[in-house]
């Protein structure tokens, strides 16, 4: 079966760090996905990994472990309007393929 | 501007009317997908495009058809609508090319209720 698994929330300190992790078992994959989504908006892309290790994109970093069958996102000097769903997501067979997402991850910010 | 289009934007039918949802983008992205988000579930995809004439079935394709006969247009079919199809609907397109994914957009989402 397909299963991808993260935290169904969060809470972090403004200007602090937080890692949202996600696991996955999936029939098939080839790469990982991460969206963030506000309250009432469409998700926006933040990477996609495809090889092992960690790809730093401003104050986010995305991390892959093929083997491990685990990622996080790390998001750095939290800010107020980082409060939103973090979702993460398995492309099964190419990127632009079946992919599937888990529930998401709602991460709060507090002054 | 880049974007995806979507058509209803809201919507409230009653079950077994006949429905379509547009999905249009301007990019001319290979790549189209639907989804549905229900809470506590998060995204499911119900059907999703390569290119134009080529779909295939996502997680949960049951009681939605679609068809991609143009490259910009993606339309989701509810043939029979029923209450277990209420949910917020997203369609989506991506570019060919892992370092373009930045320039992948969702459209602004479809909700629907089906009574």
């Known amino acids: 079966g397909q299963n991808i698994d993260q935290p169904t929330e969060m809470t972090a300190t403004e200007g602090a760090i937080v890692q949202i992790n996600c696991t996955y078992q999936t029939s098939g994959f080839n790469g990982l996905f991460w969206y963030q989504q506000h309250a009432g908006e469409a998700p926006t892309f933040l990477s996609y990994?495809?090889?092992?290790g960690l790809e730093e994109k401003g104050r986010f970093s995305s991390f892959l472990s093929r083997s491990k069958g685990y990622s996080y996102l790390l998001l750095k000097e939290l800010q107020m309007k980082d409060s939103a769903s973090y979702l993460c997501a398995a492309a099964l067979y190419s990127s632009a393929s079946k992919i599937i997402f888990g529930s998401g991850t709602r991460l709060s910010i507090r002054p | 501007e880049a974007q995806v289009t979507q058509n209803p934007r809201y919507l409230i039918t009653v079950t077994g009317k006949k429905l379509t949802v547009t999905c249009s983008q301007n990019?001319?992205?290979?790549?189209m997908s639907w989804y549905r988000q229900d809470p506590g579930l998060g995204l499911r995809q119900i059907y999703y495009s390569m290119n134009v004439e080529v779909t295939d079935k996502g997680d949960v394709p049951e009681g939605y058809k679609v068809s991609r006969k143009e490259k910009r247009n993606f339309p989701l079919i509810l043939e029979s609508p029923s209450p277990n199809q209420t949910s917020l609907y997203f369609c989506a397109s991506i570019p060919p090319g892992r370092s373009s994914y930045n320039e992948q957009f969702f459209g602004p989402g479809t909700r629907l209720t089906v009574l």
């Open positions: 990994n495809v090889l092992d």
């Open positions: 990019m001319n992205h290979e790549y």
